[in-house]
């Protein structure tokens, strides 16, 4: 059986780009969204497509179009999307969020199906620096990190990866956040993984996680993946870089549920603090936490629901939860 060190090496050394982004430093002038759509394609609850433990979001922003995360299976939103009449050729970026295969299992399979129809669709793909280190398993033996195990099959579809360090403006008034700082003491991951660092092989705090960033002038729209970094040193790291202003919507899975309720309170107060004024809470996010955020912070069922395939947020119109979710 190969070792996890010798998979790396091989690994490494199979072709496939990867480009550094340029940080941005912190207050620099930032561009308004004027229009924004988010639509979400894979998470557990469904109403109409098929749920999974996992999470994607097809941005719509100013004319641009971007797929944020790729499910879990590797047919689940290519059917969702089907279903949905949603035709991911002419998308030219992918985000994704951080490493694990509930957010990544379905790139390969998505660039795939596109590829024939449009050879720029889904090719070019952002990521936080930490995505392809090894998560060895716990034996030591094996590679548990997908992307790394799949960095070949990347290169060989065309794939292009734009590594990012910090935060970084990738089109007017729509920023990615790059790994954000743990500021305060969140712990939104299992603790149960290890990853090999430049520094060794230490805790997996999934260093690599970051979010989307939308400056618009109702507030900051944030998209997250599993909110792995904690949605409060998010929301406080993209009120620094990009713009002081409050939480216009928060999108996406924030990993809050498995929290107790001291911890959950002290979130929800945060996020009330900071001016959220809607909700739409996926993938891990939680039941109870949907609904303590929108006790705590002051919000109704409109503005604070559970997430489910099919529904978005929009600016200037709010949350289509679609039905069961309603």
């Known amino acids: 059986m190969i070792s996890a060190l010798s998979l790396v090496a091989l690994l490494l050394a199979a072709p496939s780009p990867v480009q550094a982004s340029s940080p941005v430093a912190p207050g620099a002038a930032s561009a308004r969204v004027k229009s924004l759509k988010i639509l979400v394609l894979s998470t557990m609850l469904a109403d109409e497509g098929i749920g999974e433990w996992g999470f994607s979001a097809l941005v719509e922003v100013d004319g641009h179009r971007i797929l944020f995360d790729t499910g879990a299976r590797p047919t689940t939103v290519l059917e969702n999307a089907r279903e949905l009449k949603v035709d991911l050729a002419g998308v030219p970026e992918v ?52 992307p ?33 700082p743990r500021v305060h003491p969140e712990r939104n991951w299992s603790g149960t993984g290890r990853v090999r660092t430049p520094e060794g092989l ?55 549920y498995a ?43 409109k503005t604070a629901v559970v997430g489910a395939v099919g529904s978005s947020f929009a600016l200037g119109q709010g949350i289509d939860p679609r039905d069961l979710a309603r």
Request: glycine share 10%; charged share 25%; aromatic share 4%.
């Open 95 to 146: 985000v994704l969020s951080h490493n694990h295969s509930d957010h990544t299992g379905g790139l390969l399979t998505l660039r795939k199906d596109v590829q024939a129809r449009d050879e720029k669709a889904l090719a070019r793909v952002h990521v936080g620096r930490g995505l392809f280190w090894s998560r060895p398993t716990a034996d030591g033996t094996g590679e548990s990190n997908l």
């Open 202 to 256: 230490v805790e997996d705090t999934i260093p690599e996680d970051q979010s989307l960033v939308f400056d618009t002038d109702r507030g900051l729209v944030i998209l997250a993946g599993c909110g792995h970094a904690g949605i409060v040193n998010t929301v406080d790291y993209a009120r620094k870089v990009v713009r002081a202003a409050p939480i216009h919507a928060i999108v996406g899975g924030l990993h809050l």
């Open 259 to 301: 929290l107790d309720d001291e911890r959950l309170n002290w979130t929800a107060d945060q996020l009330k603090a900071a001016g959220l004024e809607n909700l739409m809470g996926a993938h891990c996010t939680g039941l109870e936490a949907v609904y303590r955020i929108r006790q705590r912070a002051g919000l109704d069922r």
């Open 148 to 180: 790394l195990k799949t960095r070949a099959d990347y290169a060989a579809a065309g794939l292009t990866f734009i590594e990012h360090d910090g935060a970084q403006q990738i089109l007017p008034g729509v920023w990615l956040t790059g790994p954000v």
